[in-house]
């Protein structure tokens, strides 16, 4: 009679195998035979090499008035253990993408050893630690424990996928929480376009596209391929297309909130100031003037949902009026010689001069330029006052009187020439990518529009505006 094959007997299997009688090859945390059968894989505490048998802790500590353990049917409290049995009945009843987690219930390990991943080797004595590597049992119960490898059963993680379009804009959203964001302000606000923004843009799809085409028209100005640039203004025109039809569309039905049309309508107007105007455009409308109307549309937005977006999270865009007076003082101050512009008849009058060109105006159109120039003189010293921030300077064009801008679009000479003192402040804010080289650009136009007489209040802005001067705001 041949002699028996020794073999080493190992007492670490889990549980169900072992009521089952049949061999368990340890792969923790669900062996092979419960994965293929579905069934419930429980383990009993560890026991170290060199100490035979299996634990009884558990067992005993259950049966005990000490276990509390939630899968256990005693009212004490079980810490011996290093997975609780549970009736594997009650994963039957659950859906398939919660079998694998219902099966597994895992609590503080009480041993720092790691099973070994041991099998008996068939025809010789020992045991071989090569088969199943560790590697191999870890891929294992990886597949068992993320995606199922049982046979019919369907993964529970639904496959995401994604085109080259959708990657492309999750790239300029990652942009623009990175660098377009602190590109746009130097206020107060700037953390609202960081987070608030974002959040509303992907809650919906108009504040979306107004993002996705700034980002995009910011990001052609970082690279210099000509290639890569037409590309991104490309996609860029694309988004502010759909944006304004968008918002179009909004307006009319009138929506209860208005955080995504004011979050919109305030991106689309700063796409509008990094577009430059055509040759034939560029010859009418003075580049800053140009942005007289997107002023007013977000002024008429706010108007119209202001008891709504007053109290929504955009609220900081708005809590930026100007509410102090500041005097003249240690910093860059209008030149006095200004207020002689808004007499009823200049110190020039004397020079031949026709109907139009406001050499004489009557007293209520003197009125209203002496408004203006107060109203200049009250944003210009909070301004270089209080550290050049960007909704400080805008105060100008949003709260001038409406005669005057009105005056302006008409390009009245007095008018024109009190808008390059405001020129002034834009140039300051030259460092950011959207502004650069507008003051330049619409104080030469002016500078066309007008002649000789208005040379004398026209020295000193130009002197600041195509002069070398500090700038602030951010290009990245």
């Known amino acids: 009679m041949p002699p028996k094959r020794r073999h080493t007997k190992s007492r670490n299997g889990c549980m169900t195998c072992r009521r089952r009688r049949v061999k368990c090859d340890e792969i923790r945390p669900i062996c092979t035979n419960c994965t293929r059968r579905e069934l419930d894989c429980i383990y009993t505490a560890y026991c170290p090499p060199g100490r035979p048998g299996i634990s009884r802790t558990h067992s005993s500590a259950c049966a005990s008035s000490s276990c509390t353990s939630s ?124 987070t608030e923004i974002p959040r509303i843009a992907l809650q919906n799809e108009l504040t979306m596209n107004a993002l996705l085409a700034v980002t995009a028209l910011h990001m052609s100005i970082t690279v210099e391929e000509p290639v890569i640039v037409s590309h991104y203004q490309m996609i860029a025109a694309g988004h502010y297309d759909q944006a304004l039809r968008s918002l179009r569309a909004e307006i009319r039905e009138r929506p209860k909130s208005g955080d995504h049309i004011l979050a919109a309508s305030t991106l689309i107007a700063f796409y509008g100031f990094a577009c430059k105007m055509t040759s034939g455009e560029a010859s009418q409308v003075p580049r800053v003037i140009g942005w007289i109307p997107l002023f007013d549309g977000v002024h008429a937005i706010i108007k119209e949902w202001w008891p709504l977006v007053i109290q929504g999270d955009l609220k900081p865009l708005l809590d930026q009026a ?155």
């Open 322 to 476: 100007i509410t102090r007076t500041v005097e003249d003082g240690d910093f860059l101050t209008l030149p006095p010689s200004l207020t002689a512009l808004v007499l009823e008849a200049l110190p020039t009058s004397n020079v031949a001069h026709g109907d139009s060109d406001e050499v004489i105006i009557d007293a209520a159109t003197a009125a209203v330029y002496q408004r203006a120039l107060k109203h200049l003189k009250i944003v210009w010293n909070n301004f270089w006052a209080t550290g050049y921030k960007l909704a400080t300077a805008w105060q100008f064009i949003s709260h001038a009187p409406a005669k005057y801008t009105h005056n302006l679009q008409q390009y009245k000479p007095r008018a024109l020439v009190i808008f390059c003192y405001f020129l002034c402040m834009v140039k300051k804010l030259d460092g950011f990518w959207w502004a650069k080289g507008s003051a330049r650009e619409t104080f030469l136009d002016i500078e066309k529009k007008l002649d000789a007489r208005w040379e004398p209040w026209l020295e000193w802005p130009r002197n600041i505006i195509l002069g070398d001067c500090e700038v602030v705001g951010s290009q990245s």
């Open 71 to 194: 899968s256990c049917t005693s009212s004490s409290s079980c810490t011996s253990s290093l997975l609780c049995t549970s009736s594997s009945s009650s994963s039957s009843s659950l859906p398939s993408s919660q079998v694998v987690s219902s099966r597994l219930r895992i609590l503080p390990l009480q041993q720092s050893h790691i099973p070994a991943l041991s099998k008996p080797r068939r025809g010789g004595g020992g045991t071989s630690i090569s088969a199943p590597t560790p590697l191999a049992a870890l891929t294992r119960q990886l597949d068992s424990i993320l995606i199922g490898t049982r046979s019919g059963t369907p993964s529970p993680l639904a496959r995401i996928s994604l085109s080259k379009k959708d990657l492309d804009n999750l790239s300029l959203l990652h942009h623009f929480t990175i660098r377009t964001y602190s590109s746009l302000t130097n206020d107060k606000s700037v953390e609202v376009y960081r």
